[in-house]
């Protein structure tokens, strides 16, 4: 079953563009995380926010958590056209024992 | 560390064949993932092992589909008998419970089945 619902399903910005994804969750969350795909190939871990965390950075990544609201954004600024790919928010519920639930993802293109 | 290993990377089968996907964890990783990736469904978590050990399996589809983790650093994924319902991308992952750099994931297995 899906938890993390992400929006847009596509987002398509020139290059130095900024680009905002969002994330919705229904349950109560441990952390949430977002993850790359690039075509053809496994995700890769970017961030993790964990539930008492508001804001996080990671380079040319922010990520914000409103645990009142059950949602999350990515947002990642002067895009580049190596930045085009999907990304995915994942939650781990306040439960032990619960693997990493995924959303199906947004797919950014990013032109230059 | 090379990484989670999946092989084979491509399998074409034909309806009711067996079905063997393979998976080896980072070494010193606890916790190893088996997903199924489809257009229509996203990313489903199949079954999730911890320390060898079965947590939850109540994603895997029907009896179909079976999993083991002899040891820790090598997982199999089998589907007997497989049908073209099967074909997807077959992910596996692992991580570390004390570290917060998230799951691992390996490049996958790209399973058609006609």
């Known amino acids: 079953s899906q938890q993390g619902e992400e929006d847009p399903q596509a987002l398509s910005i020139q290059e130095g563009e900024n680009a905002t994804m969002n994330c919705s969750y229904k349950?109560?969350?441990?952390?949430l995380q977002w993850y790359r795909q690039n075509s053809g190939r496994g995700l890769v871990h970017l961030i993790l926010i964990r539930s008492n965390e508001r804001e996080k950075h990671s380079g040319r990544l922010r990520v914000t958590l409103d645990t009142s609201k059950k949602s999350s954004s990515l947002l990642i600024t002067a895009s580049r056209a190596a930045d085009t790919a999907s990304y995915f928010c994942a939650t781990a519920r306040n439960q032990a024992g619960t693997a990493l639930i995924f959303g199906k993802g947004t797919t950014l293109s990013v032109s230059s | 560390d090379a990484g989670v290993i999946q092989s084979p990377r491509h399998e074409v089968t034909e309806m009711g064949q067996e079905v063997t996907l393979r998976c080896k964890p980072i070494s010193g990783h606890n916790s190893l993932f088996w997903y199924r990736q489809t257009m229509m469904r996203g990313l489903e978590l199949l079954i999730y092992f911890n320390n060898n050990v079965p947590i939850d399996d109540s994603g895997m589809p029907e009896d179909r589909f079976s999993a083991k983790m002899p040891n820790a650093s090598f997982s199999t994924l089998k589907i007997q008998p497989s049908e073209p319902r099967d074909s997807a991308v077959y992910f596996c992952?692992?991580?570390?419970?004390?570290?917060?750099?998230?799951?691992?994931f390996g490049s996958g297995t790209r399973l058609t089945v006609v």
């Open positions: 992952a692992s991580s570390h419970p004390d570290r917060n750099d998230g799951y691992t």
């Open positions: 349950t109560s969350i441990n952390n």
